[in-house]
């Protein structure tokens, strides 16, 4: 995969923070450094995936994304459109109300700082998830917590950030009609199912989503492996209490949550079911999750907390 040190780097930043000051002066400032990167500022829909083939077309190395982790989960579908020599590593520049993906591998928050490891560490292969039609790096998160995102105002997520989530999360516990799901997975080569009402389900490749939520605290994004979190819905608020004691902790088998660790997911819902991508909203009846190792370089520190030991071993590209 193409990736260099001192050629040009693309920013793909999205339009809402175009007038963002400190984004302006932290190029600047690079610039005047000497780093050749380039700026391009996304409209509307399709432009984030569209960029980034365009600059894996004309060879750019290192390829940026200024947004959410919406804007970033477009650009790697965009990535993943092209063949793997043609990828280039993609690094974040955090913008969003939540930026889920960016605080769990331990990126910095602020412009410059972001920017700055961006265009200057080496890049390291992390895993990529097929879902459906799409792609995804960090979480898929379905039922109960792809609603809380549906029913966060824009507004509130802009004054509260990842707390807006939460906030909403208290209002809405009861007024969420669960969904019964069949989920199907390969364990050590045997094949398990569970099939129960769903409060929460989430398909983790990354750690976090829902502005700061732990999901999947021991994932690793290089291990070629999913964490599948399975909450089944409770009916009395005995229950919920329960269901909340064992998400504090997740455990492998709970009453209420299980833990799963697999490379192939299927999910079969009763209706159409309320399912976020790293930001992006989708209603699917089923699909499959399949984890492919390795397919796509990201710019993050070595010591990322959700690097493998693995990645110390391999061999690094400038």
Request: contains cysteine; hydrophobic residues 40%; proline residues 5%.
């Amino acid at each position: 995969m193409a990736d260099t040190m001192a050629g040009t780097a693309r920013l793909i930043l999205n339009g809402k923070s175009s007038q963002n000051l400190e984004v302006r002066e932290a190029v600047k400032a690079l610039r005047k450094e000497g780093y050749d990167l380039q700026v391009r500022v996304t409209w509307e829909a399709g432009d984030g995936l569209r960029y980034a083939q365009e600059a894996c077309h004309e060879g750019i190395g290192r390829l940026i994304v200024g947004g959410g982790d919406g804007t970033v989960s477009e650009v790697a579908n965009g990535l993943m459109g092209l063949d793997e020599a043609e990828r280039a590593s993609l690094g974040i520049l955090p913008l969003g109300s939540a930026n889920d993906l960016a605080n769990s591998l331990g990126l910095p928050l602020l412009p410059l700082a972001a920017l700055r490891v961006a265009l200057s560490v080496s890049s390291r292969a992390v895993d990529v998830v097929h879902l459906g039609d799409d792609y995804f790096i960090n979480v898929a998160s379905g039922g109960f917590g792809a609603q809380v995102t549906r029913w966060t105002p824009n507004s509130l997520k802009r004054v509260l950030g990842g707390g807006a989530y939460a906030l909403m999360g208290m209002f809405s516990i009861w007024r969420y009609r669960p969904y019964r799901g069949l989920i199907r997975w390969t364990e050590n080569g045997h094949e398990k199912e569970i099939e129960a009402p769903l409060f929460l389900l989430a398909i983790a490749n990354g750690s976090q989503a829902g502005g700061g939520q732990p999901l999947a605290p021991q994932s690793k994004i290089d291990d070629g492996l999913l964490d599948v979190l399975i909450v089944r819905h409770f009916s009395s608020l005995s229950e919920m209490r329960q269901l909340m004691t064992e998400l504090e902790r997740i455990p492998a088998n709970g009453d209420f949550v299980r833990t799963v660790r697999t490379p192939h997911v299927v999910f079969r819902a009763d209706g159409a079911f309320p399912i976020n991508l790293d930001g992006e909203p989708r209603f699917l009846r089923e699909f499959e999750a399949t984890l492919i190792p390795r397919a796509i370089r990201m710019l993050v520190p070595a010591s990322s907390p959700l690097l493998s030991s693995v990645s110390s071993a391999q061999t690094e590209t400038a």
